[in-house]
């Protein structure tokens, strides 16, 4: 993959992860009613994402664990900075409990990613067609 291509692939997890920056300063309320875990879905869910997303950013075809690692190993370390951080901001708490389902979130869906090609795929395919590519 050319070197500019493959620096582009960084713009959507350094996106997401700034937009996880912005979210731990902002305090939710509770709401009633809720399943009691919700919170712990929502960080294996958008872990999950940020992790497809680095691994995607270091895969480009190689094979090995490395980059499986490498991906796990990043994303696990921005949970961890996330939960510290979040201490510092008043109505906040960190939580280990929030810091291990965005392992394990970032953990199943890289391995999705890498080991399931119809869940690559369906990740893959365009949101709509491009109508200039449609007449070629």
Do not use: C
């Not at 305090?27 to 294996?44: C, I, M, N, Q, T």
């Not at 994303?75 to 960190?94: K, M, N, V």
């Not at 291990?100 to 970032?106: F, N, S």
């Amino acid at each position: 993959m050319p070197e500019h291509l493959a620096r582009q692939l960084w713009i959507w997890p350094l996106l997401l992860a700034a937009t996880l920056t912005f979210a731990s300063h902002q305090v939710f309320p509770e709401v009633p009613g809720e399943f009691s875990h919700r919170d712990k879905l929502a960080h294996f869910l958008v872990f999950g994402l940020l992790g497809t997303l680095v691994y995607r950013s270091l895969w480009h075809g190689r094979p090995g664990p490395a980059p499986i690692l490498a991906a796990l190993v990043l994303t696990s370390l921005f949970g961890a900075f996330d939960e510290w951080h979040q201490s510092f901001i008043p109505g906040r708490s960190a939580e280990v409990a929030d810091w291990i389902a965005d392992t394990l979130g970032a953990a199943v869906a890289i391995l999705a990613y890498r080991f399931w090609p119809a869940y690559r795929t369906l990740l893959e395919r365009p949101l709509r067609r491009n109508p200039a590519m449609a007449s070629s």
